[in-house]
């Protein structure tokens, strides 16, 4: 029988197996996965699993993930960027990425930056930026705009002579549009991967 104090481990595996092969496996390639011999100990997994709100069966009969399938565990502690604090391993609630980086994922895409014009926001060439695809900003905002028919990523700001860009990075110049500028999205996300 299948342990349920396991299935954190249990549903990690199927996870890594949902990344290589964008699929949950059948129930017989999930006991093999698990090291579970019997159909019993998968079926009561699934069955958990499914209680617990990461996958569901759809109506052909075929898992598949839920919203929650992805979720991650959110630290119960700030990581200070200066002094060391003590350490535990305490961890409060779960969070899934999609929803957090894409509050409205119908007007959502992502783009990857490339230049080094907003390394002062901290943004850097290659870092992948989650825009909510919009016409209207606030000054402030950072904003995909397309000024006089190209694409930038900059802050949007306002004068006297109207709507302006400005690049985080004392290397580059203001912005102002000789002919259009019109807002493409908003930059409500970021992410960049390390190796």
């Known amino acids: 029988?299948?342990?349920?104090?396991?299935?954190?481990?249990?549903?990690?595996?199927?996870?890594?197996?949902?990344?290589?092969?964008?699929?949950?496996?059948?129930?017989?390639?999930?006991?093999?996965?698990?090291?579970?011999?019997?159909?019993?100990a998968v079926s009561a997994l699934v069955k958990r699993l499914t209680l617990a709100g990461y996958i569901e069966m759809t109506p052909d009969k075929r898992l598949v993930p839920t919203k929650r399938f992805f979720e991650r565990e959110l630290a119960d502690f700030n990581v200070p960027a200066?002094?060391?604090?003590?350490?535990?391993?305490?961890?409060?609630?779960?969070?899934?990425?999609?929803?957090?980086?894409?509050?409205?994922?119908?007007?959502?895409?992502?783009?990857?930056?490339?230049?080094?014009?907003?390394?002062?926001?901290?943004?850097?060439?290659?870092?992948?930026?989650?825009?909510?695809?919009?016409?209207?900003a606030h000054v402030g905002d950072l904003v995909v705009a397309i000024v006089d028919g190209e694409y930038t990523l900059k802050e949007l700001g306002r004068d006297k002579q109207g709507y302006y860009l400005i690049p985080h990075n004392p290397d580059f110049s203001i912005i102002r549009p000789s002919e259009s500028l019109e807002i493409y999205g908003v930059v409500v996300g970021l992410m960049r991967k390390y190796r």
């Open 1 to 40: 029988m299948a342990n349920p104090n396991r299935d954190h481990e249990y549903l990690g595996k199927l996870q890594d197996y949902y990344t290589d092969y964008r699929s949950i496996p059948s129930y017989a390639v999930i006991g093999e996965l698990l090291g579970m011999a019997s159909k019993s």
């Open 82 to 136: 200066g002094l060391p604090a003590a350490a535990n391993d305490a961890m409060s609630e779960s969070i899934s990425l999609d929803e957090y980086l894409m509050p409205r994922p119908s007007t959502s895409i992502i783009i990857k930056v490339r230049g080094d014009s907003m390394l002062e926001a901290g943004i850097y060439d290659g870092d992948l930026a989650v825009i909510e695809k919009r016409h209207a």
